[in-house]
């Protein structure tokens, strides 16, 4: 391979990658099918690094978000069951039978405490608390995320009541 053709080739990744690949050392021999290689990595990180913010705004408009601000007012049913984002998250939970509720908060004791009233706030009108899963991590500090997820499907039960779990067998010597 000619020296000139590795340097095109180079010239081609660095300005094809906006300088990231500058500073990898490879020789000026480089194999074409590295060349190649190279070129085919950049367009498959550049695509997903494109299509990273797309994934975050469908997983956020699924979501119905509860603000602080909505949050700060004095608080008793009449204004919890009116809140948007409660309201419509219970609309859809009764949607999904079997559904379950993801409640992501901020981190820190602001978001626990925050999240804690809310936890009880829902299981005080009715819904199980087994229905209802936190996760800390919210996207932002000022909001929690209320996501309503399909039930989990579980193996049909195949065990009988006559079949032992372990099996006992005496061993006669």
């Given at each position: 391979m000619k020296k000139s053709d590795c340097l095109r080739a180079k010239r081609e990744i660095t300005l094809s990658a906006v300088g990231i690949l500058s500073c990898l050392p490879f020789s000026l021999d480089c194999p074409p099918r590295f060349v190649h290689?190279?070129?085919?990595?950049?367009?498959?990180?550049?695509?997903?690094?494109?299509?990273?913010?797309?994934?975050?705004?469908?997983?956020?408009?699924?979501?119905?978000i509860l603000t602080a601000e909505q949050w700060a007012v004095p608080r008793n049913v009449e204004t919890i069951i009116q809140m948007?984002?409660?309201?419509?998250?219970?609309?859809?939970?009764?949607?999904?039978?079997?559904?379950?509720?993801?409640?992501?908060?901020?981190?820190?004791?602001?978001?626990?405490?925050?999240?804690?009233?809310?936890?009880?706030?829902?299981?005080?009108?009715?819904?199980?608390?087994?229905?209802?899963?936190?996760?800390?991590?919210?996207?932002?500090?000022?909001?929690?995320?209320l996501e309503v997820l399909p039930p989990v499907s579980r193996p049909a039960e195949t065990s009988s009541t006559n079949s032992p779990i372990f099996e006992y067998q005496e061993v006669k010597p």
């Amino acid at each position: 391979m000619k020296k000139s053709d590795c340097l095109r080739a180079k010239r081609e990744i660095t300005l094809s990658a906006v300088g990231i690949l500058s500073c990898l050392p490879f020789s000026l021999d480089c194999p074409p099918r590295f060349v190649h290689g190279m070129l085919d990595f950049m367009k498959r990180l550049l695509f997903g690094l494109l299509l990273a913010p797309v994934g975050m705004v469908q997983a956020l408009e699924t979501s119905h978000i509860l603000t602080a601000e909505q949050w700060a007012v004095p608080r008793n049913v009449e204004t919890i069951i009116q809140m948007p984002a409660l309201a419509n998250a219970m609309a859809e939970l009764q949607a999904t039978p079997g559904g379950r509720l993801v409640i992501r908060y901020p981190g820190g004791d602001a978001g626990t405490l925050w999240m804690n009233e809310l936890h009880s706030w829902l299981v005080s009108l009715g819904l199980p608390s087994a229905d209802m899963e936190r996760v800390p991590g919210s996207a932002n500090s000022q909001v929690i995320e209320l996501e309503v997820l399909p039930p989990v499907s579980r193996p049909a039960e195949t065990s009988s009541t006559n079949s032992p779990i372990f099996e006992y067998q005496e061993v006669k010597p």
